[in-house]
């Protein structure tokens, strides 16, 4: 019960310090998730657990734990100032945390991975593959169509996106986790 409890505290705390930007609600939700995975389960609860066999045991969790704090990080940064990069790559090592988190969780539950392709799944990959190759060939020539205003708009964030300041567009670069036409990001 007292787990679930701060699972949904953690998961509150970060929703709405995302949302206001209050970085003390950010670490609030931290702490709620390292005593969520630091919580050991034990079936004697009297039962004394030394810290560094625990954790050994649970490194994906620390993992997971930092992963959540760096994608809370990143989204606070971005709420301070959407054109700072640093947040991009803050996100990107949280990212690669998750994957960690799950590699290591998987070898510890003894999940193997077998990538046997048989002969069906070559032939569906090779349909796929044929079918979106016509696609892309039939009526390769012909007259593309006029391009909309918004097509141009989306044209014009791409050569931004692409040459940034340089291109002569705006002196700012585009935010990493900005939005566009109909806040698409």
């Known amino acids: 019960m007292i787990k679930r409890l701060l699972f949904l505290t953690t998961i509150f705390l970060a929703i709405f310090g995302i949302a206001t930007g209050s970085l003390l609600s950010l670490v609030c939700s ?35 734990l930092i992963a959540f704090a760096l994608s809370s990080v990143a989204a606070a940064m971005n709420l ?10 803050v996100w990107l090592v949280a990212l690669l945390m998750v994957v960690l988190a799950a590699f290591l969780h998987d070898r510890a539950s003894g999940w193997r991975v077998r990538w046997i392709l048989t002969y069906t799944d070559w032939l ?38 692409r040459y940034g300041p340089a291109s002569g567009l ?16």
């Open 170 to 185: 705006s002196p700012q670069p585009l935010p990493l986790f900005g939005t566009g036409f109909l806040d698409h990001p």
């Open 30 to 64: 931290m702490l709620c998730m390292a005593g969520y995975v630091l919580m050991a389960d034990r079936q004697n609860p009297a039962e004394e657990v030394t810290f560094k066999p625990f954790m050994l045991a649970r490194v994906w969790e620390i993992f997971a």
């Open 80 to 89: 301070q100032d959407p054109f700072n990069r640093l947040d991009g790559l």
């Open 124 to 161: 569906m990959l090779a349909g796929l593959t044929l079918l979106a190759l016509a696609l892309r060939l039939y009526r390769l020539d012909g007259f593309l169509p006029p391009l909309h205003g918004d097509e141009g708009e989306m044209g014009m964030l791409a050569l931004l996106a």
